[in-house]
């Protein structure tokens, strides 16, 4: 058996990212991407290497999107509306919220170039409906055989990861993540799990960042420094994620600095963005959540809406404008008016992916000459500030993930082609994991089979299982009991199980044969002491009504056999199939005990029923394990004498 990884995009590059993974005949295709430097036929995965024939419902399973950035759903509406597929789709609720947002957000930027549409707003509203959201450490049941799961990711609102499950074999696929916590978001979170694989993103498969603190003060003194020089700030950036982050960020700075120089948002779609990360606080970091009671962290004081009549508008400003990487749309178009002025600033935050203007400032000095398309050319003579604040993590948050997880394979897609093969060399030989980097088309191959380990016994453990486990199970007779004479009522007659098992612990250990423990010596290893937490309740049974009111009033002194006997037989016929042990003083069902009380003043008694007449009372413990059983016993003990016959 093996893992098949067809790597439709994000294959050595960054963009388009779309992987499907092939479990035990089960076909899950994650993300559905674009590329935002290309147009024609490269901008989207080749779908036909999926189906020849075009019949994708029958060949997928299901599609997973991990989060809502165009490079990972961006060709999902053409997929669904214009290949045809129907089957399921599963991503968050905020991705399923915010990627109508930036889907037809682009859509707009391709109509505005002139370029052939994709698809249409009525088609996105239709692929969205197709969608099943999903929370986040919800296990979703594809089908009988398939499940997945998703964890926090960070990076931006509603980012997940998602685990995959079919049989004994699991793989996780991280999308983008970060392994820091920002100001609005935290850091990815994920269980420790047995994987057989783990797909993860490197985008920063080199970078070691400094720190966080270190790159805001340098971003505040560059803006700074430029609005203070009357120059304009244009910062192009995607209207969900590093917008609210940065926007966080000024905000907070131009009210301790108390200055009256504008922010803007290029468009109403961040401050549509806005009001979904009200609506969704619950998905942003622990400091915006504990504040939000007090303040909204997204109630910006000093960012206000940007109108194209002000671009030309004597006077210093910082403008927010979308698109990110200026691949198109209001940011080119500022562009265009701001780059040649020395006295200007254009801030990159993040990732600008090849073949778009923001990687060419990138990658050129200043000044430059950019050819923004085959008639148009801008000199460049404004200052370029490159700046890390992006939202992935950076290579020691890919080793400290694959660290954590420790998966058997690891396949690196999202990065570029020598920088993955740098980081795949890591992988390698400081983690002692084999790694994969597949360019785009190419499959990666993973065998798996379910292993057999042989484990060691420890002494103790060895011995434990030598004494005997008795359990000891009465069965009534068939015949009725008559309480008026004890003496003639039918003994039950007794079954002795010896139910014998070996409860140990198993211990896992780098370079060490596993082995299985005693508890009590792992215990004794962990320097720890053994707690356990026990219920306790006394119930009190009248009788003063029933049929045994008779037996009571002619035999006082009747001993407590005779109640406890009274008690075998209704738990017996109540719970047939369990063992009910009868050990003379006291009654057992796995951790429950019953027994009659005879203290006058019984502290597990509630104190308006102390020594009521004509009242027995039934001690009962037991431990957290056996809750639910316990409260099923005590109701069949209040009612044991309330009927009447």
Known sequence: MAIECLVLGAGQEVGKSCVVVTINDKKIMFDCGMHMGYSDNRRYPDFSLISKSGDFNNSLTCIVVTHFHLDHIGALPYFTEVCGYNG??????????????????????????????????????????????????????????????AYYAGHVLGAAMFYARVGDAAIVYTGDYNMTPDRHLGAAQIDRLQLDLVITESTYATTYRDSKYAREREFLKTVHKCVAGGGKVLIPTFALGRAQELCMLLDDYWEQMNLKVPIYFSAGLTLQANMYYKMLINWT?????????????????????????????????????????????????????????????????????????????????????????????????????????????????????????????????????????????????????????????????????????????????????????????????????????????????????????????????????????????????????????????????????????????????????????????????????????DCGEHLQIESFYVSVCTKEMCPHRTASLQCMPETVYFCCTWTIADEKLAWEIISVIKNLLLKEE
């Open 88 to 149: 399921p789709i599963y991503m968050t609720y905020p991705t399923k919220a915010l990627a109508p947002l930036m889907l037809e957000d682009n859509r707009k930027v391709v109509d505005r170039r002139g370029e052939e549409e994709q698809f249409s707003s009525e088609q996105i509203l239709e692929c969205m409906k197709k969608v099943t959201a999903v929370d986040l450490k919800q296990t979703v049941q594809v089908d009988k055989d398939l499940q997945i799961r």
């Open 285 to 581: 970091s622990q400091k915006v959540k504990h504040t939000y009671a007090t303040r909204n962290a997204f109630d910006f004081k000093h960012v206000c809406s940007f109108d194209r009549s002000l671009i030309n508008a004597p006077g210093p400003c910082v403008l927010f404008a979308t698109p990110g990487m200026i691949s198109g749309g209001f940011s080119l178009e500022v562009f265009k008016q701001w780059a040649p002025y020395e006295s200007n600033l254009i801030t990159l935050p993040g990732y600008c992916v090849a073949g778009t203007i923001g990687h060419k400032l990138m990658s050129a000095k200043t000044p430059v000459r950019i050819n923004i398309d085959k008639d148009t050319q801008i000199d460049v003579r404004c200052q370029i500030h490159q700046l890390s604040f992006s939202p992935h993590t950076d290579a020691k948050g890919i080793l400290d993930l694959v660290k954590f997880l420790s998966p058997k394979n690891v396949i690196l897609v999202h990065g570029e082609k020598p920088k993955i093969a740098k980081l795949k060399e890591k992988v390698q030989s400081e983690l002692g994991i084999q790694c994969f980097d597949p360019a785009n088309n190419e499959t990666v191959s993973i065998p798996f089979t379910t292993h057999y380990e042989k484990v060691g016994a420890s002494d103790a453990l060895l011995r434990s299982t030598l004494s005997p486990n008795l359990k000891f199970l009465r069965k009534c007779s068939e015949q009725g009991s008559d309480f008026s004479d004890l003496d003639a009522r039918t003994k039950p007659g007794l079954q002795v199980f010896d139910d014998r098992m070996a409860e140990g612990i198993l211990m896992v250990q780098r370079n060490q044969k596993t082995k299985a423990l005693h508890q009590d010596e792992l215990m004794a290893m962990l320097g720890v002491e053994s707690h356990e937490i026990k219920f306790a309740n006394c119930c009190p049974v009248d009788i003063a009504n029933s049929d045994t009111r008779n037996a009571f009033l002619s035999q006082p002194t009747v001993d407590k056999s005779f109640w406890l006997h009274l008690l075998f037989e209704k738990l017996s016929s109540k719970f047939p199939e369990t063992s009910i042990q």
